[in-house]
């Protein structure tokens, strides 16, 4: 998840950051670096970005990995554009953040998707600042796993948020933490039964608090919120879906049946 630096004109990317690295050549140009070198990383804030740093560059014969976040469509157009440009290519897809990157057993790791020649050639490279996993040939996969990843930390900040601003001015934030951190934990494996509902077709299968219960305790969790005088505006959504599912007739299921509804 690794947010990546802003731009390339930003004060990190000066020449005199890379002057301070042990045993690294400055290049005047992106050009004159991806001419140095058979292997070409990028890292930058989006796919226009790239598209300028790399203008005037010869990448003929050259194996291009981009790391920037992006959709996976938009790493499959990027593997057309480097195909034209006579590069193989990788795409990868940062799960860190800053901090984690270089650091051994830190937990930070990279998918990459494309080429798996490219990515069999440079496997200890791309191994240096992160461990690495390969999803597969097709280059949208990384990303597609990147930001399916991503998508489900941003439902738990949401969570965590709407949390935090119910106890706010009553429990202390720090004592609060533990008791998040301890219980998000000991849901994790509702993961697990997630993907056994969608392999096993049977969304009933385990079920532990089925549907029918969990929207009548909805009306709790929104009537608390009303009286912290707290907006239900980050859990509503998944709300009014679980409601719509229960509606249709499936009181007896878990909530994996929303899914369905995200989709034609």
Known sequence: MARRRASPDRLDRTPGKAEALDGARVAATAAEAVAASDLVVVCLLDHASVDDALADADLSGKDLVDLTTGTPEEARARARWAQERGARFLDGGIMAVPPMIGVPGSGAYVFYSGSPAVFEAHADTLAAPAATVYTGEDPGLAALHDVALLSAMTGMFAGVSHAFALVRDEIP???????????????????????EHLDSGDYTKDVTSNLAMMVRGNATLLRTAEEQKVSPELLTPFMTLMARRLADGHGDEGTTGVIDLLRP
């Open 173 to 195: 934030p720090k004592a609060f933490a533990d008791l998040v951190a301890g219980w998000l934990q000991a849901m994790v494996p509702y993961a697990y039964g997630v993907a």
